[in-house]
């Protein structure tokens, strides 16, 4: 086919614009990129040559090389893998395949500092290779194509690229790099050497260059390094998950961690480790220090690798961990799955089964370490003995909070799918609460500072802290001066309905049911309430039949003190609040007709009684209490009225 010119995909343009912009404070990584490109091409070939071992023609060693000719200041890696048709290159190389592109761009704000760090997250791979050149050519050949049906692709960076058939013998891509006038310090072994060694010194494959070596000068005046013809390998060139631990350094495993997330921070936490028995295979999970932009997406596949035998098998393996752990990232390498297993094959397997709970132990052992470490011990009171605090602590000190910040949510979800696990989980749990303001309280924390004869975990779910603490429910908690757990996850709600209890306590809603404190209720307190039942039973029986299109019920309360009234539901009832976010979200919820609490003790129901306005006072009591939990009255206009007509 002759040379032909096409335009890139929109976003390409856009992100091809940020990369050289925004990316510049780090334009190393473009090699790493690179370098891992050209890992997967191999890996790829080694996969489509299980069933076709013809595609390894006659080159079986799979590797990458790095060149560079200091006069025509190109930098070319070079790999035998599974290359790329001409209809391949067109596609590959000028669009953006990747799920949740157009959302991506759209989140990108203009300021280099936060774009850099979202891109850093999306992975510009093949473009970050514009950081540093100024035209790049990609000269490749598909493995089983014939020589004659090579391509060239060559392209400024800008809006577009040209595509022309070539002629080429070996399989597999080069990548040549134009390089720019202030990046030819990459014209060096030294300076590759380095940054292969920081970046891509685990990955699997050798990666060779050139050597060199000392040459002395004329007369032995000085002297220089010079390039010669023996190629060396400069990586390790074995997987790092594949190595022992004593042999992997942290910065290796933080490096490797940054090459398969995408995340440009460290990882919070790590666990490596070899499980032998019945199924074996080797694990290495990660724990992000913060949540991708598409943790809530429900699609989101898992984070884990899978190899079989250090052959990559696929990406985004979601049936090795449990789709509330999506958030981890690793590398699981099996020695018994068959090299060509499926996806359907994976659902089905017992091995699967089996590492996916050895990998779903490992991640929650990991995350009761750092729960276990994230507070350091509180100075004693006596000031002569103080702790001697490790630096190990200490640097693990605060980690279990700041991951809790950024999955805490999605963990909860767990209750809900892992019956098996819901223990550990709800220890792992942490809450704001009417004592604490920040999410740090676990149920056993609420357990130890639990009041004498208290039978319950009480706990409050509301849109937000501020609504929950405001809410009238709590009035009478505070005034005994009891606990109660803020709960304002979205997920909160459906969550607790899988936890009835914890560590044989009952966990209940302040706002479900008749408030029951029991043994904390005083005789008087327990008299009144009887007495204020008995007197206001004909009060009742009117508020009810007043109210008899909006509530359930109406009865007196000892839950209030300030408030004249408030709405709670039914014990197992959905709650008011949990209803309307579903309302809000377009999905069906059933109709909640709550039951109206009412203050005895409150001026304003004292009012009621004979009152010529009794039917609007009535009206205004429910739709105040449904205001004060956040709700909105069924008739807004109706309520302005209502409380126009008593204030004029
Ligand atoms: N060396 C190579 N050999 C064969 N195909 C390649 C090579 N480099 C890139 N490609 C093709 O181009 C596509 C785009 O590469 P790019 O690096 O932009 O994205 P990616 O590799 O899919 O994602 P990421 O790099 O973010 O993991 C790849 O998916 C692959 O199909």
Redesign the pocket.
Known sequence: MTKQTLSFQAEVAQLLHLVTHALYSNPEIFLR??I???S??CD?LRFEALNNAALYEDAPNLEVRVTFDKEAKTLT?T?N????SEA?AIA??GT???SGTKEFMGKLSGDQKSDAQLIGQ??????SGFIVADKIT?E?RRAGLPANEGVRWISGGTGDFEVETIERAPR??S?ILHLREDATDYLSTWKLKSVIGKYSDHISLPILMRKEEWKEGEDNKGGEMVTTDEWETVNKASALWSRAKKDVTPEEYNEFYKQIS?DHEAPLAYTHNRVEGSTEYTQLLYVPAKAPMDLWNRDKKGGLKLYVKRVFIMDDAEALLPSYLRFVKGVVDSSDLPLNVSRELLQESRDVKAIREGCTKRVLGMLEDLAKHDKLPEAKADAEVTDVVSEEDKAQAGKYSAFYAEFGAVLKEGLGEDFANRDRLAKLLRFASTTSDTVSVSFADYKARMKEGQEAIYYITADNAAAAKSSPQLEVFKKKGIEVLLMTDRVDEWALNYLNEFDGTPLQSVAKGAVDLGKLLDEDEKKAAEEAAETFKPLLAKLKEALKDKAEDVRVTTRLVDSPACLVVQDGGMSTQLARMLKQAGQSAPEVKPVLEVNAEHPLVKKLDGSVHFNDLANILFDQALLAEGGMPADPAAYVKRVNALLV
Do not use: M
Request: charge should be negative; aromatic fraction near 12%; proline fraction near 0%.
């Open positions: 990129e690179l891992s490109n050209a997967d091409a790829k890696i790999d893998g599974i290359g790329l391949e590959n190389l953006i395949a990747k999306f992975g510009v791979g093949f473009y990609v490749s597999g891509t990548v995408y």
